[in-house]
């Protein structure tokens, strides 16, 4: 069965300080790999996702992340944060079988705290 | 174009009573999944809806269920509700089964 590991529950950094948050997935297959943000209260927005190709992929707000299969990490960077991106971070993995879709598995989260 | 749409944003239900939430997807898009967050356990997928049909469940009982509609809406409903179902239920909807998921903003259910 398919498994993701955010090993940071929190993280804090200062604002305009360089951030990377860590995700470590386990899956047989080539795995869709996913970044998501939820902020208190609020569903999950999508920040970027990998399917195939270039194993670095851009998103939204900043964020870049870097596939690498040697390492099953899918690792989340931002060069400076800003107060706005406090909030739960969230790295999945997709993963599908006949035709249909088993569901997005879920890391823990971690949680992200900007020093002012 | 309007992002996915879940109501009530909010629920507060007895024990032992049942529930039904409700799900509209973005236009156009056909799958609609459902998970289950709480602080303990995390995320949970619950199912997965494409046209009309089932086509994966997770690890819940039975008292779990859930529908979807011709024009693409879905339901799920939770019978015989137990304290440890307080959660926030998120629905998501995409295109087909393997593009990326949108999220709606999730209906809060406190079971007392």
């Known amino acids: 069965a398919q498994s993701v590991t955010q090993p940071d529950i929190h993280i804090t950094v200062s604002e305009g300080a360089s951030l990377e948050l860590r995700c470590n997935y386990s899956y047989g297959a080539t795995p869709y790999l996913f970044w998501y943000v939820q902020s208190p209260g609020q569903g999950l927005q999508l920040l970027l996702k990998y399917f195939s190709g270039d194993t670095l992929v851009q998103g939204i707000k900043g964020f870049e992340a870097e596939f690498k299969r040697s390492q099953s990490s899918f690792n989340l960077r931002k060069p400076s944060v800003h107060w706005s991106d406090a909030a739960e971070y969230f790295c999945?993995?997709?993963?599908?079988?006949?035709?249909?879709?088993?569901?997005?598995?879920f890391g823990k989260g971690t949680h992200l705290i900007i020093q002012p | 174009k309007a992002g996915v749409t879940q109501t009530p944003r909010y629920l507060i239900k007895t024990r032992g009573q049942q529930v039904t939430l409700s799900c509209s997807p973005i236009?156009?898009?056909?799958?609609v999944s459902w998970y289950q967050q709480t602080p303990g356990q995390g995320l949970q997928f619950l199912f997965e809806y494409f046209s009309e049909t089932q086509r994966n469940k997770g690890n819940f009982p039975g008292r779990f269920s859930g529908r979807q509609f011709s024009n693409s809406r879905s339901e799920m409903n939770v019978s015989t509700l137990e304290l440890g179902d307080s959660a926030l239920y998120l629905c998501a909807s995409s295109t087909t089964v393997n593009t990326e998921a949108f999220f709606g903003q999730g209906t809060r259910l406190t079971v007392v």
């Open positions: 236009s156009g898009h056909r799958s």
């Open positions: 999945a993995v997709g993963t599908y079988s006949g035709g249909g879709a088993d569901g997005l598995t």
